[in-house]
């Protein structure tokens, strides 16, 4: 199957500080990639839809200004918690959709420590 | 908007029998359903897709069986062993776009 790489696999920042977490798609090319955050014990919960070459589209009750997007090119994604406070400790994970058969490939995700 | 349902939350059996794990789901529009397994800590494995035009899909051990009409599809996993111990998902899409919604999971563990 196809491969989604994400970077950092973990990190541990000061409340307050910016976090960039990347998602690649590796041997395709994904027009349109996913954000989901899973907390201990739970589902993944849809963040946003990344477009390349548009702005993101934020699922209700998520900050856009909080978790910013970027979909630059079409096998890069990049997903940035501004300001992260505790409460944004979680474990995010990213997956990259394939036209072909329309399935959706997960990154190993991202476990993300606000102290 | 699409809920999905895993049962049972929980299970385990001993090595080597066979098992059934259960997803159903409320929206029947849909044009494939993913079988996921999670271990702890780490992301999702793609196991199994099934499109809405199959009504089973097979790999390995595994066998997934998809019945729109009724909502609902089954993953069962043959001669289980203590490697299958994970957390297994099963997500369906949403009519009209391609956002996945997830079940809760069935957390598996295998007896040795």
């Known amino acids: 199957g196809a491969v989604v790489s994400q970077h950092p696999s973990w990190v541990i920042c000061k409340s307050g500080t910016s976090v960039k977490i990347e998602c690649r798609s590796l041997d395709f090319q994904a027009t349109t990639m996913f954000w989901y955050r899973q907390f201990p014990k739970q589902s993944l919960m849809l963040m946003a839809t990344?477009?390349?070459?548009?702005?993101?589209?934020?699922e209700q009750g998520v900050e856009k200004d909080k978790f910013l997007i970027n979909h630059a090119s079409l096998t890069l994604s990049t997903l940035t918690v501004t300001s992260a406070h505790p409460e944004d400790s979680s474990f995010y994970i990213c997956?990259?959709?394939?036209?072909?058969?329309?399935?959706?490939?997960f990154g190993p995700g991202t476990r993300l420590t606000v102290l | 908007k699409q809920e999905v349902t895993q049962i049972p939350a929980a299970l385990s059996v001993p090595e080597g029998e066979n098992l059934v794990l259960n997803c159903s789901f409320t929206d029947s529009a849909i044009y494939n359903l993913q079988w996921f397994r999670q271990d702890p800590g780490k992301g999702l494995t793609s196991l199994l897709l099934?499109?809405?035009?199959?009504r089973e899909q097979t790999s390995g051990r595994l066998n997934a069986s998809l019945d729109k009409s009724s909502g609902r599809s089954t993953l069962y996993i043959a001669a289980s062993q203590p490697g299958d111990s994970a957390t297994y998902l099963c997500?369906?899409?949403?009519?009209?776009?391609?956002?996945?919604?997830f079940g809760t999971g069935t957390r598996l563990t295998i007896i040795p």
């Open positions: 990344s477009n390349e070459g548009s702005k993101a589209t934020y």
């Open positions: 997956s990259a959709r394939d036209p072909n058969p329309y399935e959706q490939f």
């Open positions: 099934i499109q809405s035009s199959q």
């Open positions: 997500a369906a899409p949403n009519f009209g776009n391609e956002k996945l919604t």
